[in-house]
């Protein structure tokens, strides 16, 4: 089993940055994909970002490109993702997932996506 745990979320105003955080544990990660996902209300879950477990290919939505920038750090087991130049329409729950497969491509889909943090809230106000 694999726990995975998000933080840095918050309330801040249009413009501003903020950077999220995930830490794995359980079982190690550093072999595995991970990506962030975020849910506003009413809306499905939609990819946001993701990397591959080497860090070699990364991935981000249209809607985020050039303002957002995933990381990781496989020797903490965290994977981070810097938001700048937040605007209201980022407003959501972000969720941090781990592919629990050993591949060098990122999926955008939510069900190729096996563990799950319980997400944090992030509110851009305008």
């Known amino acids: 089993q694999v726990q995975l745990v998000e933080s840095g979320g918050g309330l801040v105003q249009a413009g501003d940055s903020l950077r999220l955080s995930c830490t794995a544990s359980g079982r190690t990660v550093s072999a595995y994909n991970m990506g962030w996902f975020r849910q506003a209300p009413g809306k499905e879950r939609e990819f946001v970002a993701g990397i591959t477990w080497d860090g070699g290919r990364i991935h981000y939505a249209d809607a985020v490109l050039g303002r957002f920038t995933i990381t990781r750090d496989n020797t903490k087991s965290q994977v981070y993702l810097e938001m700048n130049s937040l605007a209201p329409e980022d407003t959501a729950v972000y969720y941090c997932?781990?592919?629990?497969?050993?591949?060098?491509?990122?999926?955008?889909?939510?069900?190729?996506?096996?563990?799950w943090g319980q997400g944090t809230q992030v509110t851009v106000s305008s």
């Open positions: 997932a781990l592919r629990w497969r050993l591949t060098h491509t990122i999926s955008i889909e939510p069900n190729e996506y096996e563990y």
